[in-house]
């Protein structure tokens, strides 16, 4: 059908239609050469980027790096994210997933011989916080939220964000945040950094990606943000 339709857009994957910024593209060459560049380098990421990162989230997603947090650079946002199951579950751990979720999270879970715990969303793909916190078990380690929702695009309201960092709080679990769609938000909907709140550095973790907002993806380039204390 492609090959008959030229301009069709497939959306069977995640992958935008632009490039990186003309730019960064423009810069590469003199980074490559840079033998400094070339060596091993903090396992965090670059200063230079984990700076750049830190001003960013200040300034889009009104988290404050110093309150609380740290930023690893991973090999995309799905690295980050199987580093985060790794570093929080012990086998037989749950993780609570609202449904629809992205599977390649319930992989992560299962990969780590956690187990992935799929919740009911509400009628226009809201977050039925009810029914989340019904799933809750004595097992339960995280709460996955993925806004704006892949696969449905949806915007959590940040009330209901909210509620989940509250619900993490009161059990002592992590709230999953994954934000790899931030930028895609249509109809007047404004994305929501559950980690801006006060009191969530104690338990949000908040995934990024330059693969969709950057048009990145073979760049292999992601971030997260997470407790201080896990570090």
Known sequence: MVRDNPGCISLGQGVVSYGPPADDVARLPGLMADLQLNKYQAVSGLPALTD????KLEAVNRVDI???YRIMV??????????????????GDEFILPLPYYFNQEMAVKMCDAVPVAVPSLEDYQLDIEAIEAAISPKTRAIVTVSPNNPTGVVYRPEDLARINHLCKRYGLYHFSDEAYEYFTYEGAKHYSAASAGSACEHTLSFFSFSKNYGMASWRVGYVVYPEHLH
């Open 74 to 91: 991973t090999a995309g946002s799905n690295m980050a994210f199987l580093n985060a199951v790794l570093a929080v579950a012990d086998p």
């Open 52 to 55: 750049a990162l830190t001003k």
């Open 66 to 68: 110093a309150n609380g």
